[in-house]
Structures are given as C-alpha cells and as structure tokens.
C-alpha cells in the first residue's frame, strides 16, 4: 500500500467467488465453489448465473468505480495477484491482449497457477464451471495456452518460490517456455525463481514492492 501511494497507484482487491449464491455444493471444498471462482466465466448451467468472475472483474467492478466518481485514470490499468488469482491475472491480461482490447498495460503474479489444464486445482475447476470442460478451459483460461497465441509485445512479470509445496501445481517453467517459443523474450516475459520461498504471506510481502515498481513503469508511462 505504501508503495502504491507513492507512485500514485490505486489498488483494488476482488473478491475470490460470488457470495450467497445459494448453489448447492458451493461451500463444500476449499479449492472450488465459494473458494476458488477461478477468474472465469462459467458455462456449466448450475454455475453460469453466478459464477462470472471473469466479467465481474473486467466489466463490473471497473463500472462501479466509474460511476462512484473517484479520481481514476481507466485508461491506465494494470492487474496482478497470487496462486489463482495469479491465474486470473495472466489470463484476465492475456485475453485482453487476444481481443484486441487491451485493457490492461501489463500483469504481475506471485505463485500463479500457469498450466490449470494440467493440473488437479484447474482439470477440477474447469470440469465443474465450463460445459465443454478442460478442452474449454485450455482453449480460453490457461495462461500457458494463451501465451503462444499473443502476437506482439507483453509486459509480464511472475515470482514463484523454490519451497513452494504447491509448486506442482503451477508449471512457471511451462509458461517460461512457451513464452520464449512464441518469441517473448526476458524483457517481455520475465519469471523468477525466489529461492527458499513458499506460497505464503511472506513471500508475497517480500517482493510487492517489486511488483509495485514493475506496474509503474508502465502505468506511468
């Protein structure tokens, strides 16, 4: 936050899920449902009503803020967060980048979870929100996927930690490596390896101020 005042730089913190929206099954496990919407806009019926965390966060919050009358710049945005929020920062970013769009002048993640359609958070997130399942969720929500389909100049920056327990879950290198084979080179793609870090708290104050700093550069630019 302080780091934020100094360069000017507002921060705005979404929410993981809906809240209270009453779906069966919804608060059963911690990784799916009410903790974890997974930054994206479901499609299975049972979830589609309210489960559209991606628009929610595009659209609707940036709305909000607009009507509310505070003293922002929508035209300088930049999106960042952890784990799978560091997914829906990726994604949410990229998927700008794809439509043309570009909402947003660059994105930063702790501990993301690149490859979700690989891996056991994302294969059950994506079987359970999308009708069209993993093959959906590959196509549309997976940083690593998505990557390999930008043309032109990215603005990224991903820290994850060597101690991480959750490290198979997140495939940094897999993101390393399709960004290099698309042509996104260090200064566009940047991913570093934070020895002796793990998913938590510490980790993520530790390098903020780096992320912070990163943002500026081009929010300010």
């Known amino acids: ?9 507002a921060l ?5 899920s809906p809240r209270g929206a009453g779906i069966d099954g919804e ?19 049972k979830w589609s009503k309210h489960y559209n ?3 929610h966060v595009t659209q609707e919050l940036p709305q909000v803020l607009e009507k509310a009358g505070l003293p922002l710049d929508f035209t300088r945005q930049s999106i960042f967060g952890h784990s799978m929020g560091g997914h829906g920062a990726l994604t949410v970013y990229l998927a700008s980048l794809l439509s043309g769009m570009k909402q947003y002048r660059s994105a930063s993640a702790f501990s993301p979870i690149c490859e979700p359609s ?8 994506f079987s359970g929100y999308l009708a069209g399942g993993v ?5 549309r929500y997976d940083a690593t996927a998505m990557i390999g389909k930008v043309k032109g100049a990215v603005n990224i920056l ?7 327990n959750f490290l ?27 020895e002796g870090y793990d998913h938590s708290y510490y980790f993520i104050s530790t390098f903020a101020s780096d992320h912070i700093h990163f943002h500026a550069n081009f929010l300010k630019a």
């Open 1 to 9: 936050m302080r780091d934020a005042a100094a360069q000017g730089i």
């Open 12 to 16: 705005l913190f979404p929410d993981t």
């Open 27 to 45: 608060d059963v496990d911690w990784d799916f449902g009410s903790g974890a919407g997974f930054y994206l806009n479901a499609t299975n019926p």
């Open 53 to 55: 965390m991606f628009s």
């Open 118 to 125: 690989e891996v056991p958070w994302g294969t059950k997130a």
């Open 135 to 139: 093959a959906e969720g590959k196509d």
């Open 158 to 164: 991903v820290d994850y930690g060597t101690a991480d």
């Open 168 to 194: 198979y879950q997140l495939h940094p290198d897999k993101f390393l490596e399709a960004a290099r084979v698309a042509g996104h080179d260090e200064v566009q793609v940047r991913v570093r390896k934070q």
